[in-house]
């Protein structure tokens, strides 16, 4: 059973919807009364109990009518259902990728500022960082599609994980 995790909440901020019209109809935007999307979130420059003011169209026949809008200073702190901010799951691929060091390493260097353990460094930097990554690289898929029909060059991945995480190949 997960027991709940308690913070040292340092600073509390509350945002609201930024849009005065709605991005499909042109419609005023009205704000929420419930503060939604309570969490507290841990960034490398310590904790924040974030919150957060939904904007709802005002036209009934409009098609995102029923669509609740998040503030986009809330959304850029952390991931949905996510209490680490994106700094933290960006120092993780730094040093993971750029200054090879394994889990245990970054574990003992961001466990003197966030509270986090390792298993949950290990689960950020496959489920979070690589799928932004992905996301960042996807554009130049389409050219390396294009040149691998101009060339018959075949382009493969290997999804191998190695055991454990660590590099399989070292260089």
Request: glycine share 6%.
């Amino acid at each position: 059973m997960n027991t709940p995790k308690h913070y040292h909440t340092q600073e509390k901020r509350s945002f609201k919807c930024e849009l005065e019209r709605c991005p499909v109809c042109a419609q005023p935007m009205m704000l929420s009364n419930n503060v939604s999307g309570r969490k507290s979130v841990q960034t490398l420059e310590g904790t924040l109990r974030v919150s957060d003011r939904q904007g709802q169209c005002t036209n009934p026949q409009c098609s995102c009518y029923s669509k609740k809008w998040h503030s986009l200073q809330w959304q850029q702190l952390a991931p949905l259902h996510s209490s680490y901010g994106f700094d933290v799951i960006a120092r993780i691929g730094w040093l993971r990728q750029t200054e090879n060091m394994t889990f245990e390493c970054i574990h003992q260097e961001l466990s003197q500022r966030i509270l986090i353990s390792e298993t949950q460094v290990r689960h950020i930097y496959y489920y979070r960082y690589l799928p932004l990554v992905a996301c960042l690289l996807q554009p130049q898929w389409v050219e390396l599609e294009r040149i691998s029909k101009k060339s018959g060059l075949i382009l493969h991945l290997d999804g191998l994980a190695p055991e454990g995480g660590e590099p399989h190949i070292s260089g």
